[in-house]
């Protein structure tokens, strides 16, 4: 017997919501084995997940605090993907970003108050934006493979920011830990109430919903959208692909250095070595965010406040269970490929077929 | 502190030896499966998992050997996902190369947790009678462990089928036209089944080889960005895998030169000394855009594209 | 043919070969079965050999290739079919003749008792074409039986000795060649009478729109692709290229709508030089473009018919919103498409790759033509169209001209070229051979001057 699939005229609707939800089931359920094999019980830890994310105020004001660099290097990273630019390296523009606004910290320069900020802001955007440039000029110059350089920028930019946290930069009375001294008040984003919760959060909201407009309304979108959808019909329509790769890397790569310059500006108040989770790294599991939800901005917003919440119920079962946090990358990585193979259900309708016998042989 | 210079650039050759046969091996396995049309980006993720479960079945059963063995195996077992999904459900290639990349990482982190701070058994050094010999050439090539000989073995086998067998023609033709393959009786699927199959076995033995030779410990993440290297040595290699030997030794001369600059104390920042591979690999991979952009040859015609019989 | 190869599995039905039933499950089936089979697209690995693509598939496992016993056999089958072809070269070295020769061969060499042929001679020059009747000429007195496709009647009426009229799928009719003539088997092809007609030009020609001085320009190879082109449009005019396959027609089409640089010489549109223009400055000074590639090149496949219809004009005042789209205006416009070209979608925001052959082909001429252009250019505009979908372009491009359009039409279809053009250009190796005029061109002299020859050699 053999597998052929045959493609839907139209895709089916249903499935595509049902895809996404059944997918989320399915990862658990899988995880669940593992969990089982490693000895523990998988509904006593998800239970614990869920409870600690979305049961309790601290819990969900922390599940927003760690989707908040998501949003932003999510986005960047949907903006890219729209056009087929496999950007994979938000991890090393949310690192140079993070560099670039500590620079700025770094000069002494105490500034006009209310200007440190900014200031950050436009320095963490421009390194994320440079850093990304490397990569898109060298592929329209000589179309060099994207998705090696961006990636291997990442090791590259982490051993940067590695030299100056080791190095120049380190606190002289840190006890040796690799970390630069505290920030200034004036260069730490404003918080709300008692929570964690910071400016940054903010910026991502008002972030996605200019990345709507941009990427789903605009003139420019529609060049994006056609030359992701077919290059070569983008040149046919006069698009400049080069010049919209260069752009789309900007904006990809300074929304990544944003979520850098928020998440030491707003949470770790400093520059140290795992400014983005070892175990799961928030430009990698962008690249889970964007596709999850679908190249969508409002997707993105929603996916990464899950991802959020696999973070934060992650950590807490890490503490009280004993359980490897990797839990969390296992989880991401099985609900995408559900994902992958479902979408699959929504394009074909999957036909097992048998040799006929009784049509050759009469 | 006085350095025989003679004598340091033969360690720094032998090393750079060492350093590139995990890379080798993965390169070797990427190329088959890439010429057969099914790019793998996941060899990052396949590596650690065989990395893993190599230094887990060595470091209980107390033989390496076996650890090479069961690393190939899951490394093949694990790749088996990226075959269902891209060859079979037809999804994209890259995305789900990334995610096997999470998933590896994710698997090979929750397994490893009880192996961290174990030494495992691991492969020696050892000569080889007469060739070891040879000035220079002999300490750099025959003074090294059993997979390193092995890889000896497998790149000219690897060549040999891909250019002058049948089964390596075949490979070659679902690359490039799989429609025309298939029109001539070729079975596209099992060929391109078969080609990512073997690139996982290869992926976790060039894994095994970090856990069980190139140290004998598992760390998280160990195979720090080879598996990304390495695709961009397959470009370097123009997929053929006589090519790929060159490309990573190369890469292992990188990285032999910056861990000795290191240790002699040199005053140049260690942080930047360990971008070197790195730096090098986009180099080459510069390099050898450049050099596919004059002569127009490049990557198998059909690779990245899913192979459907029944639509144009 | 693809049921014949055992590509498509038949749904009822069965199948004899030399009076035994047979299942042909996959290709590998049909070719034991003796079926070798030349389709239109060639199936040959551009970057192996002549020897390679003929053994592959003949061997299985770690067996040795070893081409040079099997060069020899090749050689050989070349000699005894009058098949000539170096078994050594490269494929993307050789012609498109020869590289039919190689399909050939292909089946030949594993046995093939009956050749299936689809359209073989739409990429032939008539020559070529004739020399291909000689090969399966003397494979018919070897003993071969061959199945010849084609919508040529001629060719048909030439060279076969039974003809099959199948019509929608069907088989509509089997005749004696001997006994039928060509008329009436287009009546049985379309199932009512039509006229082979030629279109009336216009008495006067307008001034020039398109003016093209000692044009060249690389292929995509890096090599020249084009060489020293001239020639004039004027509006009103159909300037056709003829050509066979390959030629530089692909290349001429995107030298004059922007998409290709050009190495030497000018380029003027309306009156502006538009020499080192980039695509979108063609756009915006009036010039449409059907390529030959719909779905790899005039359509996003996966966007709505209503992002389609705009892809080219979506710049326009018309559609924008201040630095938006406004997608309801495209849609409005999209459906007025629909409409006036009868494109056949259960709506606007369809993905256009659902469409079929004949609606997309619809739907990319509808967009263009119904741009405000002064030139418009046309490739392969009713390749694989059914009858009414080809008389409906033509029929357009025909009111076109007589508005004041200039038109370019590149084809490979001499019979459209001659029925629709003004003056008909023949390219060859990226040179014009000459310019004549369509109504008192000769089918003779142009199938020389496809061939290579000049036409003041063709003439004179």
Redo the contacts between chains.
Sequence with gaps: MAIRLERRLERSRQLEYLVPVLSVLLSLVVCAFLLLANGNNPLVAYGAMMKEAFGTSYGFAEVLVKATPLILCGLGVMLAFKMLFWNIGAEGQLHMGAWGATAVVMTGWEGSGWLMIPAMMIAGMACGALWALIPAYLKVKLNCNEIITTLLLNYVAILWVAHFIYGPWKDPVSFGFPMTKLFPEGAQLMRFGDSRVHLGFVFALIIALILYLLQEKSRWGFEVAVTGGNPKAAEYAGMSTGRNILLVMIISGGLAGLAGMVEISGIQLKLLKDISPHAAPYGYTAIIIAWLARRNPWGVLLVSILMGGLYVGGETVQITMKLPVNIVLIIQALILFFVLGGDILARYRVVFSRPREALGGG | MEVDLGVLVVAILQAAVRSGTPILFVCIGEIYAERSGVLN?GLEGMMLVGAIAGFTAGFTVGNPVVGVIVAAAAGAAFSL?HAF?TI?????Q???G???T??G???S??FG?AMIGQVGPGFDKFAVPGLAKIPVLGTVFFQQDAMVYLSYVVVPIAWW?MY???????I??VG??P????????SVTRIRYGCVLFGGAMAGVGGAYLSLAYTTMWIEQMS??RG??T??LV?FAGWNPARAALGAYLFGGADALQLRIQAVGLDI????L??LP??L??TI??LA??A???R?LGAP?ALGIPY????R | MNVLTGIYLPEAGRIKIWGEPVQLRSPKDAIERGIGMVHQEFKLVQTHTVTENIVLGLGSGLARVGEEEARDKVAELSERYGLAVDPAAYIWQLSIGEQQRVEILKSLYRGARILLLDEPTAVLTPQEAEDLFTTLRSMREQGHSIVFISHKLDEVMAISDRVTVLRGGKNVGTLMVRDTNPQALSNLMVGREIKFETFPKPEKRGAAVLEVKGVSALNDRGLPGLTGLSFEVAAGEILGFAGVAGNGQEELAQVITGLRGVTAGSLIVDGRDMTHAKAREFILNGVSYVPADRHGVAVVGDMSLTNNSVLRRYREKKFARGPFLDFSVAADYAKRLIEEYNILTPSPETAVRSLSGGNLQKAILAREMTTRHKLLVVMSATRGLDVGATEFVRQTLNEHRHEGAAIVLISEDLEELRSLSDRIAVLFHGEIMGIVDAATAEIESLGLMMAGAKQAEVTG
Excluded: C, N, Q
């Excluded at chain 2, 079979?88 to 994209?92: E, K, N």
């Excluded at chain 2, 002058?164 to 075949?170: E, Q, R």
């Excluded at chain 2, 429609?179 to 070729?186: E, R």
């Design positions: 980006v996902i999904v079979t459900l037809r999804a994209d890259i995305v789900s990334l995610t096997l999470i998933l990482t994710g698997i982190g929750f947790k089928v002058k067998t049948h089964l390596g023609l075949a070659r033709s490039e036209s429609a025309t393959a298939d029109s001539l009786g070729v720090g960005g990304w290297i695709l961009a470009i920042p260690t942080y930047f360990m971008m790195y730096v690999t986009i991979l510069v855009s450049r596919s952009l004059r127009r015609a459907a019989r029944e639509e």
